[in-house]
């Protein structure tokens, strides 16, 4: 079993909808985590920073972490199509070494307009 | 501007053939990792490196070699590549162990 699953979609939407994106983890001690978003033939770039439990909101983006069911989502209100790429969640652990950066599988995401 | 830039950008070789991938980072961050991505299976880290001299397995090392003589720049080595790395390669930075990840723009290398 992988330590991150994420969904792989792919997810299609029209302009303006509400997304979410998921993962599950079995690492207990992950305590750090963030999501990525990575345009065709491009690098990722981070989206959002979250540590332990809670909400987190940027703008149109929401990040939700619930470390007791090991499940962390990513929400866009109003989607553009500008927000079409894949969406990667990865995580760390609390002693947060060069290696411990875990990701998930990608979550490639169309809003159409 | 701060950046991760790998040099090149797409890379078509034969079986056997030595090559070397460049990564360099402007922003003097300890860490250092390489990534390769493949449908289906995300981003798997291959070899990370958390100062000068310093380099350690990720999950996928074989096949692979790293150097870090400086901290800048961190290559990635293939003595002698075959078809089942053709794949598409990240160098990434970061200035410590919890800190956001940096991407280059990525190497697209076939291997024929």
């Known amino acids: 079993q992988k330590e991150v699953e994420q969904d792989p979609g792919p997810l299609s939407v029209p302009e303006g909808a509400i997304v979410s994106l998921n993962c599950t983890y079995s690492?207990?001690?992950?305590?750090?985590f963030m999501w990525y978003r990575q345009y065709s033939r491009k690098g990722p770039e981070l989206l959002m920073y979250t540590y332990s439990s809670g909400n987190k909101e940027d703008g149109r983006f929401t990040a939700q972490v619930d470390k007791s069911s090991k499940y962390i989502s990513l929400f866009i209100r109003d989607s553009q199509p500008s927000d079409s790429a894949t969406y990667l969640c990865a995580m760390s652990s609390r002693s947060g070494s060069a290696r411990q950066l875990t990701f998930g599988s990608g979550t490639q995401l169309t809003v159409l307009p | 501007e701060a950046q991760v830039t790998q040099n090149p950008r797409y890379l078509i070789t034969v079986t056997g053939k030595k090559l070397t991938v460049t990564c360099s980072q402007n922003m003097n961050h300890e860490y250092m990792s390489w990534y390769r991505q493949d449908p289906g299976l995300g981003l798997r880290q291959i070899y990370y490196?958390?100062?000068?001299?310093?380099?350690d397995k990720g999950d996928v090392p074989e096949g692979y070699k790293v150097s870090r003589k400086e901290k800048r720049n961190f290559p990635l080595i293939l003595e002698s590549p075959s078809p089942n790395q053709t794949s598409l390669y990240f160098c990434?930075?970061?200035?410590?162990?919890?800190?956001?990840?940096?991407f280059g723009q990525g190497t697209r290398l076939t291997v024929v």
């Open positions: 990434a930075s970061r200035a410590g162990g919890n800190t956001e990840a940096f």
């Open positions: 690492n207990s001690a992950f305590q750090y």
């Open positions: 490196s958390m100062n000068v001299e310093v380099t």
